[in-house]
């Protein structure tokens, strides 16, 4: 059996009294593209820095392709593209990438990486002239400058303009294929849905959810309804409805979360009302990923 990318073994990390990751188990697998979701607070940057060694469990174990996060790092088997930190200002783009390639054991050559970047255009530019989606893509060449066998993004896209964000995501759907693993923390939840063929969510510190996007929203364990309603639409009938999780009403359009979507739809026609555009499907990932947390943190408060 091939040695998982990443193992978590009962991992906890505590700040004081808050506890950013508790009792997390985790194996992710060669050549998995795996979305990490969670709200702020929920653990994902710390989970992120123990991958990276940038911080020590309190207790379990953290193994990057059996080995320790420093000494994986250390054989050029991870690239990591962070939300926070600076890039070096009084250089230019191609200088800055250079720089990263001498120091990868496994280097690309620096055209190349600036071409899978979409910096070639700037590649002569002072970094400290960049825009905020320019230094997004000069960190993620950063990060591609060899060839790793794990590349730990920490909210890409942020900045980018719609353009760029596909030409990034196609670059690292490449990446998969090749058979590395891709782990991407984000807020875009239409790219873990679209992108990963795996989904994390965390919540306090927990996995609260894994599996496949498909399986995320299932695991919900609700559908969304959406009509319109002609006339005034009376929302404290519609709230009385069975089964109902979720309503909101914009003008004549009223949107229901139900975890029996049928018996729902039958009691909106048992109060005498005619829905029109009748639509029931599957929540969104978004929408599950909401479901799920909200239910959670009910659960916790009613302890």
Same mark, same amino acid.
């Given at each position: 059996?091939?040695?998982?990318?990443?193992?978590?073994?009962?991992?906890?990390?505590?700040?004081?009294?808050?506890?950013?990751?508790?009792?997390?188990?985790?194996?992710?697998?060669?050549?998995?593209?795996?979305?990490?979701?969670?709200?702020?607070?929920?653990?994902?940057?710390?989970?992120?820095?123990?991958?990276?060694?940038?911080?020590?469990?309190?207790?379990?174990?953290?193994?990057?392709?059996?080995?320790?996060?420093?000494?994986?790092?250390?054989?050029? =088997?991870? #690239? $990591?593209?962070?939300?926070?930190?600076? /890039?070096?200002? &009084? +250089?230019?783009?191609?200088? @800055?990438?250079? *720089?990263?390639?001498?120091?990868?054991?496994?280097?690309?050559?620096?055209?190349?990486?600036?071409?899978?970047?979409?910096?070639?255009?700037?590649?002569?530019?002072?970094?400290?002239?960049?825009?905020?989606?320019?230094?997004?893509?000069?960190?993620?060449?950063?990060?591609?400058?060899?060839?790793?066998?794990?590349?730990?993004?920490?909210?890409?896209?942020?900045?980018?303009?719609?353009?760029?964000?596909?030409?990034?995501?196609?670059?690292?759907?490449?990446?998969?294929?090749?058979?590395?693993?891709?782990?991407?923390?984000?807020?875009?939840?239409?790219?873990?849905?679209?992108?990963?063929?795996?989904?994390?969510?965390?919540?306090?510190?927990?996995?609260?959810?894994?599996?496949?996007?498909?399986?995320?929203?299932? =695991?919900? #364990? $609700?559908?969304?309804?959406?009509?319109? /309603?002609?006339? &005034? +639409?009376?929302?404290?009938? @519609?709230?009385? *409805?069975?089964?109902?999780?979720?309503?909101?009403?914009?003008?004549?359009?009223?949107?229901?979360?139900?975890?029996?979507?049928?018996?729902?739809?039958?009691?909106?026609?048992?109060?005498?009302?005619?829905?029109?555009?009748?639509?029931?499907?599957?929540?969104?990932?978004?929408?599950?990923?909401?479901?799920?947390?909200?239910?959670?943190?009910?659960?916790?408060?009613?302890?």
């Amino acid at each position: 059996m091939a040695i998982p990318a990443v193992r978590f073994s009962r991992v906890n990390k505590s700040f004081g009294q808050v506890k950013a990751v508790n009792d997390v188990n985790l194996d992710l697998h060669p050549g998995e593209t795996v979305a990490l979701l969670g709200p702020n607070g929920a653990g994902k940057s710390t989970t992120l820095d123990l991958l990276l060694g940038l911080r020590n469990a309190d207790s379990g174990t953290v193994e990057v392709f059996g080995t320790t996060p420093a000494r994986a790092i250390a054989q050029g =088997k991870v #690239g $990591a593209m962070l939300q926070s930190g600076g /890039l070096m200002e &009084e +250089v230019k783009v191609r200088e @800055l990438v250079k *720089l990263a390639c001498d120091l990868h054991p496994k280097a690309y050559p620096v055209q190349q990486v600036l071409e899978h970047a979409g910096i070639t255009e700037i590649a002569d530019r002072m970094v400290n002239k960049l825009s905020g989606g320019q230094e997004q893509r000069v960190r993620f060449a950063l990060a591609t400058a060899g060839a790793n066998d794990l590349i730990i993004l920490d909210e890409p896209t942020t900045g980018m303009d719609v353009t760029v964000r596909q030409s990034f995501w196609a670059t690292m759907r490449q990446q998969a294929a090749q058979g590395r693993t891709v782990l991407f923390a984000t807020h875009y939840l239409e790219e873990a849905d679209a992108i990963a063929d795996r989904v994390i969510v965390l919540h306090r510190g927990r996995v609260l959810a894994d599996g496949s996007a498909a399986e995320i929203k299932a =695991k919900a #364990g $609700a559908r969304r309804i959406v009509f319109d /309603l002609d006339g &005034e +639409v009376d929302e404290a009938a @519609l709230r009385g *409805l069975p089964f109902l999780t979720a309503l909101s009403v914009s003008g004549r359009t009223v949107r229901i979360q139900s975890t029996d979507a049928d018996a729902t739809t039958h009691a909106v026609y048992g109060l005498g009302l005619y829905p029109r555009n009748l639509e029931v499907a599957g929540l969104g990932l978004e929408q599950a990923f909401i479901a799920i947390t909200d239910a959670a943190t009910a659960e916790e408060a009613a302890r």
